[in-house]
């Protein structure tokens, strides 16, 4: 069963603009989200958090939202730039349990 | 500080042969997590340990799969024998403590491929 989905496998955008990454969840007992950042052939690298008691965090050019009534939880990137461009996974803990998303694989365009 | 440390990095064997992976995690984690990977999807958690304990096995194929984590620090994961359908990267992660607002750390993972 699928707790955390990630529908969009890929994503393309330019250099500078915007990157909204998105992520929705089955499970009400999850109460803390994360987001992972995988480069090829090394381990997930955690980039951005959120709690359930917000729904906004950020930290320099990442800011992640989350909309409890949704079950949904969307990470932005601004500006985007072609380091970013890596496959991200958002995750999903609570109750002892962490489920992860299948990723979204994120270019970067010069 | 070093990471999460795994060895080895890549694994090709034969089905039905015996395979182990081994992790050492970040000085002074307590929790430590083997996943699976496979192609295309995201980690899906085999064994959580609180120290010494496993805590949560109840992903882990224990037909062909056992982990141990002697003395609270390293551990290591065996598949025996070995089946096609286990192809796929093998992931540990260490936490100060277990799930909750503790973020994981992860090590680069082995890519195991059964032939």
């Known amino acids: ?110 | 500080e070093a990471g999460v440390v795994q060895s080895p990095r890549y694994k090709i064997i034969e089905k039905k042969q015996p395979v182990a992976f081994w992790c050492n995690p970040i000085s002074g984690h307590n929790t430590l997590y083997w996943y699976r990977q496979n192609l295309g999807q995201g980690p899906e958690l085999l064994i959580r340990y609180e120290n010494e304990e496993a805590v949560d096995d109840s992903q882990l194929p224990k037909d062909r799969f056992s982990a141990e984590r002697l003395k609270g620090v390293d551990s290591t994961l065996k598949i025996q024998p070995a089946e096609l359908g286990d192809s796929a990267v093998y992931l540990c992660a260490s936490s100060l403590r277990g799930t909750g607002p503790y973020e994981q750390y992860f090590g680069p993972g082995t890519r195991l491929t059964v032939t």
């Open chain 1, 1 to 110: 069963d699928q707790q955390v989905k990630q529908n969009s496998p890929s994503l393309s955008v330019q250099e500078g603009r915007i990157s909204i990454l998105n992520c929705d969840y089955t499970n009400s007992m999850f109460d803390y989200f994360l987001w992972y950042k995988k480069y090829p052939a090394e381990g997930p690298t955690f980039l951005i958090s959120i709690s359930s008691i917000k729904d906004k965090n950020e930290d320099g050019r990442f800011t992640v939202f989350l909309n409890k009534s949704a079950k949904h939880l969307s990470l932005h990137i601004v500006p985007s730039q072609p380091g970013d461009s890596a496959v991200y996974f958002c995750a999903a803990s609570g109750n002892n349990d962490m489920r992860f998303g299948a990723g979204t694989r994120l270019t970067v365009k010069p």
